[in-house]
Nanobody, 130 residues
Framework: QYRVVESGGGLVQPGGSLRLSCAAF????????IGWFRQAPGKEREGVSC????????NYTNSVKGRFTISRDNAKNTVYLQMNSLKPEDTAVYYC???????????????????????WGRGTQVTVSS
């Protein structure tokens, strides 16, 4: 069974940093892209960032470019989202997801749309507030 599990959320002041983790189970990162999404109260779930199967292709939504960095540790089968210069508008539940190892898309890029992802974690709350 394919699973992803998020961790690392919390309460941080504006301007602060957090690092989220997404651990993959049942498959290896080289066989499926991983995406980070977030959903604020009353809003639709939106894509934040993703990383390709080969680890070299990444994508960021415009609002986080230059502040967030996605990376992965193959030995730990874990993807990270380093979030710096956090703003109150970054407050949301953050989810990681994967299309799974049967994904037939590009090895070098990652799909940005939530509809391409089948396996989702339960989410981790990030609150940016003073």
């Amino acid at each position: 069974q394919y699973r992803v599990v998020e961790s690392g959320g919390g309460l941080v002041q504006p301007g602060g940093s957090l690092r989220l983790s997404c651990a993959a189970f049942g498959f290896t990162l080289g066989h499926a892209p991983i995406g980070w999404f977030r959903q604020a109260p009353g809003k639709e779930r939106e894509g934040v960032s993703c990383i390709s199967m080969n680890g070299g292709g990444t994508n960021y939504t415009n609002s986080v470019k230059g502040r967030f960095t996605i990376s992965r540790d193959n030995a730990k089968n874990t993807v990270y989202l380093q979030m710096n210069s956090l703003k109150p508008e970054d407050t949301a539940v953050y989810y990681c997801a994967t299309p799974g190892p049967l994904y037939s898309g590009s090895y070098y890029s990652c799909p940005p749309a939530k509809y391409d992802y089948e396996y989702w974690g339960r989410g981790t709350q990030v609150t940016v507030s003073s």
